[in-house]
């Protein structure tokens, strides 16, 4: 029986949705921009990369001709340079937004078509019974920030308050998303994950999609830096993904990085989260070695997304890029005669563009395997398409939205 690897490059978009001059985003592009900046030499950093964007086996696959069916054009160094050896297109998003809880859902077969709760982008952002309900509830002095902002950039700021004071670091973005920042050892880890349980429920009746655990390390006098014990809480998908139709089969699900947190750790399986894209590769890798017949290894990558999208840092996301493409073998090497592996992506996170937050963009869709033909399977109307062929690839019944390529 087959079995079916799904990796998510987080927030690797390549060119902007149909739609995406109403988010604000026409013209963004993930891929496209770091490809041209790589070669404008705005991707050179000492130390770590230099030159044109280089991504030769995911090239092969036909990435940069996705892109092309995404925007037009080839990003620069990406055209193949002999025979695709995979299945190759774009995806647009249906769900309204551009975070990563609809972006995953729509994949597994369950688009968000109620649009999610947003804070406002003044000062303070969150309403004022949401904070006291917060502070009340979660035995708080108060909260600090409670405003849109990235994530690095208010820590420095607030981090030394937050130890003299106890309090927490509340802040937004464009999102659907309530972030909390504490201090692991000052405020203690254990309390962050509970006070953002309480503001999950909070939140609830705001539609906001994400409350976000951020926990940090370090002092004022040598500065902070953020740890890998975040934990997202997430709201329940609102109908039967594809992991839940193969749990109510009976079926092996192996969730790898924040998949689990997600979907709300519902019908996930065995649930992995190392920190850091390699070693989330590693174990989505060895998991998929042991995997049983029938059976899905479900893969996040959300360094692309968290440490370079976010910062705006071209050089680093480049290199990111350059790390998994060199993977690509050792994905190959664990694919068996009937295994389909699918490479895709939630929405984009252009490093080049204004502010730092996601940006909304079609999405490249790589599909391979021992016995998967290669070739143009087009523009997909809706990222569902992907949940609805690893479906069918795995011998499940049609799910409630999209349809296999």
């Given at each position: 029986m087959p079995r079916a690897l799904l990796i998510v490059l987080d927030s690797v978009g390549i060119g902007g949705a149909p739609d995406a001059e109403s988010y604000g985003d026409s013209g963004s592009d993930t891929l496209g921009h770091i490809a041209e900046s790589c070669v404008a030499g705005r991707g050179d950093r000492a130390g770590l990369r230099a030159g044109p964007l280089r991504l030769p086996n995911l090239t092969a696959l036909g990435l940069g001709l996705a892109a092309r069916g995404a925007t037009g054009r080839i990003p620069p160094n990406l055209a193949p340079t002999g025979p695709v050896t995979g299945a190759y297109g774009h995806a647009a998003e249906t769900a309204a937004g551009k975070d990563t809880p609809s972006g995953h859902w729509e994949m597994a077969g369950v688009p968000v078509r109620e649009p999610w709760g947003h804070f406002p982008d003044t000062v303070p952002a969150f309403p004022r019974t949401l904070v006291e309900d917060l502070v009340a509830q979660a035995g708080l002095p108060g909260i600090l920030g409670d405003r849109h902002a990235a994530g690095t950039a208010i820590i420095e700021e607030h981090g030394a308050e937050h130890i003299r004071t106890g309090r927490p670091i509340c802040y937004t973005s464009a999102d659907s998303v309530f972030q909390i920042a504490a201090h692991e050892e000052h405020f203690g880890l254990e309390r962050l994950y509970e006070t953002c349980r309480v503001a999950r429920d909070l939140c609830d009746a705001y539609r906001v999609g994400r409350v976000i655990a951020r926990p940090f390390v370090g002092a004022p006098e040598t500065g902070f830096r953020r740890t890998a014990n975040r934990?997202?809480?997430?709201?329940?998908?609102?109908?039967?993904?594809?992991?839940?139709?193969?749990?109510?089969?009976?079926?092996?699900?192996?969730?790898?990085?924040?998949?689990?947190?997600?979907?709300?750790?519902?019908?996930?399986?065995?649930?992995?989260?190392?920190?850091?894209?390699?070693?989330?590769?590693?174990?989505?890798?060895?998991?998929?070695?042991?995997?049983?017949?029938?059976?899905l290894v479900f893969l996040n990558l959300v360094d692309f997304d968290t440490e370079h999208g976010h910062r705006r840092d071209v050089p680093g996301y480049a290199a990111e890029l350059e790390a998994f493409d060199a993977r690509l073998p050792d994905i190959h090497a664990v694919l068996r005669a009937d295994d389909l592996c699918v490479v895709t992506a939630d929405h984009g996170n252009d490093p080049t563009w204004t502010g730092t937050e996601h940006t909304r963009e079609q999405v490249p869709i790589l599909a391979f395997g021992p016995g998967i033909a290669p070739g143009p399977i087009g523009a997909r109307p809706t990222f569902a398409d992907i949940g609805a062929t690893v479906a069918r690839h795995l011998g499940l019944a049609p799910l409630g939205a999209g349809q296999a390529w």
């Open positions: 934990r997202d809480y997430a709201v329940e998908p609102p109908g039967e993904t594809l992991l839940n139709r193969l749990a109510g089969q009976g079926r092996a699900v192996v969730s790898v990085g924040k998949i689990g947190d997600i979907f709300a750790h519902r019908a996930t399986g065995r649930e992995i989260k190392p920190a850091g894209n390699a070693a989330c590769l590693d174990a989505a890798l060895a998991a998929f070695r042991d995997l049983p017949d029938g059976g």
